[in-house]
């Protein structure tokens, strides 16, 4: 009997399925990625289909085989890639095949409504910039699509890993410069106007990522996409000042970092993101972490659990009684890892609920100084 001589035979069996479908975890308009089961390994896989059809200079489309060898702990690894045969050739439809992550990316777990406390949206971050600091220097790559829909999570949804690749472009020797193409309108520089990005148009990118992770997703609902494209075009960023407006609880060194990744002008932003690493690095800021709409828990030091390391309570209360239309916000602060705590008397403010958000900045920054001024170790 012929084994290998039957072209048939040999045809079944390279074109068995290898992935068994489990579910759609996101169905948009760039894209389509599914959830499947590798029948013989074991395991998840993650099924991306993009289109790169406008994007000649795209490496999934020109150089492919460079996602295959591009090898480092915070991007996402293709395992497979395939144009697919479900969707006409013109299209230039390709599928990737990665890793599954279970915490999803930033943008479900905004979706589902997880606040991200502080000391997790900055160690992301940090793995966001690690990644891209990979890319721009060792692969020669700017990512051109940089947004909380690339970034994955761990379990803990404290780690993120870079991917989608489907916009990436090389760096020109010369120039250090790529055709300003693809990407997510909101998250596209204000350079995109003038046709040439770098990498620090990525670094805007993931500042507008920062911003969600310590502020809450945009709300994209009451965005109009005919408005945000007319600023892109005219050079400006999509967002105005009004919708990048911090919450009460970010640390002024987090906005002022946020702030200089997203500045309009590329010389204005850090000139890498190692540049940006470094510096994110030496920051200092509480670790809040919102419990409710109400009351926010705090850790000083963020990361170094030792005896000294401070909780901190800020909580906000709406006055009724004769007191009404007005708002109390009190503070408190804790040593035993918030079994007992001792109220901040002298930083309670009590304010019409107009200035209710100016109220409550004041009282964490005044837990953070009154924190931050114990020594710790």
């Not at 690690?130 to 999570?153: I, T, W």
């Not at 009451?222 to 892109?232: E, I, M, S």
């Not at 019409?352 to 958000?357: F, H, T």
Request: proline fraction near 5%; charge should be neutral; hydrophobic fraction near 40%.
């Amino acid at each position: 009997m012929a084994i290998l001589g039957d072209n048939a035979r040999v045809r079944r069996v390279l074109h068995a399925p290898t992935y068994s479908f489990l579910r759609t975890i996101d169905e948009g308009s760039a894209a389509e990625t599914k959830l499947y089961e590798h029948t013989v390994l074991g395991g998840l896989r993650v099924q991306k289909s993009i289109s790169v059809l406008g994007l000649p200079d795209g490496v999934a489309r020109s150089e492919p085989r460079l996602l295959e060898s591009m090898d480092h702990p915070r991007l996402i690894k293709v395992r497979d890639a395939q144009w697919d045969p479900d969707y006409d050739e013109s299209l230039k439809v390709i599928t990737f095949t990665t890793d599954y992550y279970e915490g999803q990316s930033i943008h479900a777990a905004l979706n589902e409504g997880h606040a991200f406390g502080t000391a997790d949206a900055v160690a992301i971050i940090d793995c966001v910039l690690d990644a891209l600091h990979y890319l721009h220097v060792s692969a020669g790559v700017v990512h051109r699509d940089v947004k909380p829909g690339n970034v994955m999570l761990n379990a803990a949804r404290n780690q993120g890993f870079v991917g989608d690749f489907g916009s990436a472009a090389h760096l020109d020797a010369d120039s250090q410069q790529v055709d300003a193409a693809g990407g997510t309108l909101l998250y596209r520089p204000p350079e995109y106007s003038s046709g040439l990005l770098d990498a620090r148009s990525d670094l805007y990118s993931t500042g507008l990522t920062m911003f969600e992770l310590l502020n809450g997703p945009f709300d994209y609902q009451a965005l109009d996409g005919n408005v945000l494209l007319q600023r892109v075009e005219a050079g400006k960023p999509a967002l105005t000042p009004r919708h990048l407006r911090f919450q009460p609880w970010v640390s002024p060194s987090l906005m002022t970092f946020v702030r200089r990744l997203i500045a309009t002008k590329p010389e204005s932003r850090f000139a890498s993101a190692d540049e940006a690493l470094r510096s994110l690095r030496g920051l200092r800021y509480v670790d809040w972490t919102p419990v409710s709409s109400t009351e926010w828990i705090g850790k000083w030091p963020p990361r170094q659990v030792s005896a000294r390391q401070r909780m901190l309570r800020v909580s906000s209360e709406h006055l009724g009684g004769r007191n009404v239309g007005h708002v109390s916000v009190t503070a408190a602060t804790s040593m035993d890892g918030g079994r007992t705590w001792r109220r901040y008397a002298r930083f309670a403010r009590r304010a019409p609920e107009v200035e209710g958000a100016e109220a409550l900045a004041l009282v964490f920054r005044d837990v953070e100084a009154a924190a931050q001024s114990v020594a710790t170790r």
